[in-house]
């Protein structure tokens, strides 16, 4: 199972960006499919998820700002985050879950310069 996570960077607060899960060794469409973040000194946190049938659930911090969508033909999943803080820094990390298993890609750097 490989979850390959790209399109961190820096950015300027108010900024975009895009990030994509690029999922392979799994039925992609079966699976819920999330993205968790860790910021220095923090726990992992939720972010937001999508469900294999396409309901989702955000953090409250990020609610209408990040926007979170899956492509099934593509075995790819999206987190489009607009509106970006400082406070967003951190390391975007791809969860894929499926009844007891699940499995993590290896992080990607979002820097939010104020």
């Known amino acids: 199972v490989q979850l390959q996570a790209s399109g961190g960077g820096l950015v300027q607060a108010g900024g975009s960006l895009r990030l994509s899960c690029a999922a392979s060794?799994?039925?992609?469409?079966?699976?819920?499919m999330g993205w968790y973040r860790q910021a220095p000194g923090n726990e992992r946190e939720l972010v937001a998820a999508i469900a294999s049938l396409g309901s989702t659930n955000y953090a409250d911090s990020v609610k209408g700002r990040f926007t979170i969508s899956r492509d099934n033909a593509k075995n790819t999943v999206y987190l489009q985050m607009n509106s970006l803080k400082p406070e967003d820094t951190a390391v975007y990390y791809c969860?894929?879950?499926?009844?007891?298993?699940?499995?993590w890609g290896q992080g990607t750097l979002v820097t939010v310069s104020s």
């Open positions: 060794g799994i039925i992609f469409r079966m699976n819920s």
């Open positions: 969860h894929a879950e499926k009844l007891r298993y699940e499995y």
